[in-house]
Structure formats: C-alpha cells, structure tokens
C-alpha cells in the first residue's frame, strides 16, 4: 500500500442501481481524469461530461467533480464521477482507470485510512464512520453519527489536555522548585483537579454497556419449559414465521435468533429450547445452550403455559418478565403469579410483550450522553487511563512516580484517538471498511 498511487474504486451500492459513484484519490487523480473527460471543472462544482476510453469510444455520460487536496475526503488530489449504475458502464469504467500507469484498484478501507493518515480524521471518528455506513436503527445512526463528528474526540483530547497539564505543572515544580516563578505546592492544586477527572472518566466507562447495547442490540432470550408458546411469541414479535411450532415437546433443539427494530433500538430476540430433564442427549445440548444465552441475557421472558396449571419456577439471576401464555384458553385471572397474560393469537397482549421490552431497552440505555465509548479498543485503553491516574493519586509514591503514571494516563487517551503508537491497529480497524470506503 503506497500513498504514491493513485486509488479508484466504486464507492456506492451494489449494482444495478440509478446511479454509482466512481471514487478517485492520488497524485494522478487530474491527470487520469482528463484523460478521461477532457478540461477539468471548477473545483467543488459538478459538471456533465462524457467519459472516453484512450481509443475515444464513449464509455459513458454523467456528473463528474474533483476536490484539491488537502480540502478533500482523504486530504488528497480527489474526484468523483456519477455514472449510471449498470454493471457493463462501471466495469468498463473501471477497467480503463486501470490502464493508467499509477493507478490500482483500493484496498478495503484504503480511502478512509488516507484521510486518518493526513489527518482529516481520527481512530474515533473513522471507527464512528465504519459504524454509521452499517447503522441499520436510529439509535444506531445517532451513536455513530456523535463519534463520526468527532464530539466523542473532543472529550477524550479535553481529558487529554488536563493530563497533560497536570503533568507539567508537577514536573515544574521537580526540576524548578527554586525558581521564584514556579508557585511551590503546585501539586496540591493539581490533584483535586484530577480527582475530578477521575471521576469523569470513571462515569464515562460505566455507560459503555449502553454503548453496547446500543451499538450491538438489546438481548432479550425467550425462555421456559417445551410447549410454553415461545416458538409462538417469537413469530408473534417478529411478524414473521420464523421458528417451527408444533404441539411436539421439544422442538426448538438450537438458538434461533432474529433481529428487531422497536422505535429506534437494535433488539436481538432468541428462542431457546424449552427446559425439561431429559435423555435425550441433543436436547440435552440444546437446553445447555439456552441456560448459557440466558446468562448472557439483558432481559429474559419467562413463559410458562396457563392452561397447564403449574407456575413457573425457573430462577433467572437477571432481569426477568414472567408471562403467562396462551390465556386465551383460560377463564382464572393469574395477574398475581406473572407480570403479563398473553395469547399470541392476539395483537393487543403482542404489543403489550413489545412495549414491556422497549421499557426494559429504555431503562437500560436512557438518560445519559451518546459520547461514550462503544468499541472494546476505545473500554480498554479508557480503563488502562483510569488506572494510571488511580496510581498517580496514590499519596504514598513519590511525586516522579506520580508524574510518571500521568504519562501512561495521557499515552492511553491518545491511543484511543490514534495520537500515540497505533501501527498495530490499523489494519484490523480499516479491514472492516468496505471497498470503496
């Protein structure tokens, strides 16, 4: 990967489609593309032009801009063209930028990390970025869209700043304790401040299983013995037949799981066998796993069947909805025993499941900012920065060793934004970015 090519991709949807974007960026960029179209148009402003191959023949007609570096996506020479989005137009396209000595197709992410390596954006942001181009729910978009803007960077470089302060002012005092402009007993001032930030941060990482939930879904597991109804439910709540029903016991063996949108939030719904001794050794394997996804769970239903006449009496350590099933079948009111009386043959008990779960999603995730963390690499370099200033507010070392910890605070808050030693990283971060992008 060298910065002296010049990089081109399809950078829209897949095809066939109204129209594709043809993404260019390099030190040819305006070269290759007037060979393409002829005279360049002003800067920023879109033009209709007709592209040619070297032979003249007319590939196709469309809108075509270029962007001068560095006031550009990737802080490079750049350029689009807006073509028809037929699969012959672009691989045609494609193929004649291709011919051109110094251009080569990109690489997955390739754009992204340009503009992250002239610093047109930071690990944050482009993490927002990759985040927002998969977004498939509000709260998704929102999360995405305060990292990509760059307001999550802004906290974490504030934090940074006050480390990094903190940590001159003590040094100051070490090596200029006798200079009459270095005020003695800075330190005394400097550790309440950080007290502070501590505290800041602390709260900061406390949020980051909303971050999660927001980012990764609401896990909400369907629990219960066989012939509860929860092949029922799940198909209910996702308004589709996802799971088999029958009359059978033990039907569902595995983890069925579908993704649903309620208002804006990501909920991951799974079905699981009904829980039962048993001998037989699949079943057995099936209900291992149901105990295993509840423990993951963030909110369990617990179904148990009305008509049966028997409670349930599973014990769930986590947030739990216990739900009567199949209450149309019943005349004995069991409000008592369960938090909801159900049958999924009826639209209003669905949607009564439903807002019970967007209660539990809202109690989880509401009341709090989007700047939080919401990656493992922006928790883990955050927890590492909360432990070094733990250690640098420890009383009982030395003032040097105090500074010193401060240091490693400060390195792991600019590693989360890329400021500091990320070589490692990159590849893993842009990998997950699609051609194009």
Known sequence: MSHQDTIFALSSGSLPSGVAVIRISG?????????LFGELPPEREFAL???????GLVLDRGLVAVFPGPRSFTGEDCAELHLHGSKAVIAAVLQELQCFDGCRLAEAGEFSRRAFENGKLDL?????????????????????????????????????????TARALIEAELDFADESDVPGAVSDQVWSSLTVLRDEVARNLEDEKRGEIIRDGFKVVIAGPPNAGKSSLMNALARRDIAIVTEYAGTTRDIIQCDLDIEGYAVKLYDTAGIRDTGDIVEREGIRRAHQKIDEADLVLLLSDLSAGALGTQNISGPTLKIGTKSDLVRQDQSDHYDLQISTRNDADIDAVRNAILSAVKASVEGFSLAIPSRIRQRQFLATALAEIDLALDMRLGLELRAEHLRQAADSLGRVVGRVDIETLLGKIFSEFCIGK
Not at 49 to 55: E, G, L, P, T, V
Not at 136 to 145: D, G, H, K, N
Request: glycine share 4%; proline share 2%.
């Open 27 to 35: 030190p040819l960029t305006f070269v290759t593309c007037a060979a």
């Open 124 to 164: 944050v942001e482009i993490e927002g970025l990759a985040d927002l181009l998969v977004a498939e729910t509000e709260m998704q978009r929102r999360l995405a869209i305060e990292q990509s803007f760059g307001h999550l960077s802004k906290l974490f470089d504030a934090w940074r700043e006050r480390l990094l």
């Open 49 to 55: 032009k007709s592209i040619h191959a070297r032979n």
